[in-house]
Structure formats: C-alpha cells, structure tokens
C-alpha cells in the first residue's frame, strides 16, 4: 500500500470509528484540548523574605522544562483560586477578576482555568519560538481599556517571581515580543497580552 492510499484508508477508518462511538470520539477529543494540573503544593517553599531578597530576572531563562508540579504551582500563583468564596492568589479591583494567564508550552498554548485548575488548548503547536524561546511562557491577558489592567498584571507577575525565587526557577518579565500571537490567540473580545513572563527549570 502506497503512503497516500494508507493515509486515506487510516482516514476513513477513524471516520468509521467516530460515527460508531461517538461518544468516546467527542470525549476523546475533548481531553485532547484539556490538560488537568496535579493540585498546588501550597505547603513549603522558602520564606517570604528570603524569596524577596532573591527575586531577580534572568534575561534567557533557556530551554530546561518545569515539572509538571512547578507549571500547576506557578499557574496557581499567578491568579489560581485560594479561598471557599473563589477569591485568587491576586487581588483584583473590585473582586471582578479581569485577568487570564496563557502559557505557551511545547504542545500549544493553553489557557488556564483557575476554578477546575487545569489547561484549555487555546492554540495548537509549539509557539514558544515566537517568545524567546523559554520552556514555559506565560502570557498575562486584561481587557484593552480596563484603568486596572497593568495593577493586576504587576501583582501576577510579582507573585510569580517569588514563587519562581523560591523554587530556583529562571524567570523574566518581558514586554518584548508580547503581541507576537495577536490575530492567532482566541482572546476574549477586547483583550490583549499585554506582558510575559519567561520560565524555565
Ligand atoms: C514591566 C517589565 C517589562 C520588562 N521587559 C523586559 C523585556 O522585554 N526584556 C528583558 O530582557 N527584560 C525585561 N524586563 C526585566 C527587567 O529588565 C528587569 O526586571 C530589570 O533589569 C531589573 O532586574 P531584576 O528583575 O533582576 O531586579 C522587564 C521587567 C518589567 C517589570
């Protein structure tokens, strides 16, 4: 069987295999665009002060991946849910909770779901090289005209930081290059990234 007769029946044969379940198929594909988290560790780390003295930038995070632990806790200190009443790790002006963290990974770029904790495939493919090219690269979103939008990124950004202090993990903010997926990332309406955070192991 030639390479193109072969794809063509392997076609038709999933196209078989989804009409007769199509459950398992619709299933199938909605866990393929959703990743859950393992839970943040929320016990540990170094204290808040020592993290303070030595949060700094490294301009290259490089290419070192995170565990699958240090993207749920970094996720979770950038705005994840940390009270019963879904209040988060940021303040937010008048609790409204405008902001979105998406992270550019090498199997797409996710949006994070703080309330079930775990990823939504935003955009298929490994874009990280549209960045920096750091292992992980998370993207701070905010409505274009919202006077609080900066405020709130600067809070994710600082939480992040120190957690990335804490756990030894390479990071920097980074303005640069932070509308590279314009046009391509489903936002919301009237948002925009307007910051990156660069991270790597
Ligand atoms: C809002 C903001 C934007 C930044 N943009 C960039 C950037 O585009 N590229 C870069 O290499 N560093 C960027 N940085 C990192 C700064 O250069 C860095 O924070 C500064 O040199 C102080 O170093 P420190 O973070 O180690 O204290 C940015 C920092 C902030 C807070």
């Not at 988060?88 to 979105?100: D, K, L, M, W």
């Not at 409505?143 to 600067?154: I, L, M, S």
Request: glycine share 8%; aromatic share 6%; net charge positive.
């Amino acid at each position: 069987m030639d390479r193109r007769t072969f794809l063509g029946a392997s076609a038709a044969l999933a196209a078989t295999l989804a009409l007769a379940h199509p459950v398992t198929a619709a299933q199938d594909a909605a866990k393929a665009r959703t990743k859950p988290l393992p839970p943040p560790d929320k016990t540990g780390g170094k204290p808040l002060m020592e993290c303070l003295n030595s949060r700094r930038s490294t301009h290259m995070p490089g290419k070192k991946e995170l565990t699958e632990q240090q993207l749920s806790n970094v996720l979770w200190a950038a705005c994840g849910i940390s009270s019963t009443s879904g209040k988060r790790t940021v303040p937010t002006a008048r609790n409204r909770q405008r902001i979105a963290v998406y992270v550019a990974l090498g199997d797409g770029v996710w949006l994070y779901k703080p309330a079930e904790h775990a990823l939504e495939l935003a955009l298929a493919g490994d874009h990280r090289g549209d960045f920096d090219g750091s292992a992980c690269v998370l993207l701070y979103a905010v409505p274009r005209k919202d006077p609080f939008g900066y405020a709130h990124v600067g809070s994710m950004y600082q939480n992040v930081g120190l957690y990335c202090a804490s756990e030894g993990l390479a990071n920097c903010v980074k303005y640069q290059r932070h509308d590279a997926l314009a046009g391509k990332l489903p936002l919301p309406e009237d948002w925009e990234v307007v910051m990156l955070h660069c991270i790597a192991g």
